[in-house]
């Protein structure tokens, strides 16, 4: 199963908004309604960002929101702070009921 | 409150074997999935195996299958990983990670802090 794909690195602003994009197959992301998303800050544990596509976890900021077309998700943070500088991980279920990531995308506030 | 500890890590030569646990509390054990991911250094986050509520259940990525196990133990609310067979490139940080469903869609809400493996000679 290979890795879905996620621009290596996005930059942005504090206020400005951003989007991460994942990329899959039909096989994975195309497929399924189960597409996550993590953020992950060094040395700390990944946190639920966002599941099954659009679902914000209880006590997620509404300043993350995802959606998906096709064989593509992305996850938008508005309003960017500087808290929000972390590596974000999508993921997704696939058609051989295993879980495949994304190889990950490194958020720089500037 | 959701705790899920992993122990287990260390050094381990080529072709040797470990075996990862991870003590849950705070929620219905069975209820849910439970699901191992790792990190090599540098690297990305890795799905490597997941385990249903029940446990009838078990699926592995194609790089470790055939190597590594996991497996469940409700009595004591504690998921394990036997990997097997350890090579150079199972060389990560292991994290355990619970399900938000019985079974694995991926959606994974709660993690461990994560513990060190290193193959090497």
């Known amino acids: 199963q290979s890795a879905l794909t996620q621009p290596a690195s996005v930059s942005g602003s504090p206020g400005q908004s951003i989007t991460i994009s994942c990329t899959g197959t039909s096989s994975d992301v195309g497929g399924y309604n189960y597409v996550s998303w993590y953020q992950r800050h060094p040395g700390k544990a990944p946190k639920l960002m966002i599941y099954?596509?659009?679902y914000r976890p209880s006590g997620v900021s509404s300043r993350f929101s995802a959606s998906k077309s096709g064989n593509t998700a992305s996850l938008t943070i508005s309003g960017l702070q500087a808290e929000d500088e972390a590596d974000y991980y999508c993921s997704s279920h696939t058609s051989t009921t295993t879980v495949v990531f994304g190889g990950g995308t490194k958020l720089t506030v500037l | 409150e959701v705790q899920l500890l992993e122990s287990g890590g260390g050094l381990v030569q080529p072709g040797g074997s470990l075996r990862l646990s991870c003590a849950a509390s705070g929620f219905s054990f069975t209820g849910y999935a439970m699901s191992w991911v790792r990190q090599a250094p540098g690297k990305g986050l890795e799905w490597v195996s997941a385990?249903?509520?029940?446990?009838?259940?078990?699926y592995y990525a194609d790089s470790v299958k055939g190597r590594f196990t996991i497996s469940r133990d409700y009595s004591k609310n504690t998921l394990y990983l036997q990997m097997n067979s350890l090579r150079a490139g199972d060389t990560a940080v292991y994290f355990c990670?619970?399900?938000?469903?019985?079974?694995?869609?991926?959606?994974?809400?709660?993690w461990g802090q994560g513990t060190l493996v290193t193959v090497s000679s």
């Open positions: 099954d596509v659009s």
């Open positions: 990670a619970k399900d938000r469903r019985e079974w694995n869609d991926g959606g994974l809400d709660y």
């Open positions: 385990i249903s509520g029940s446990g009838g259940t078990t």
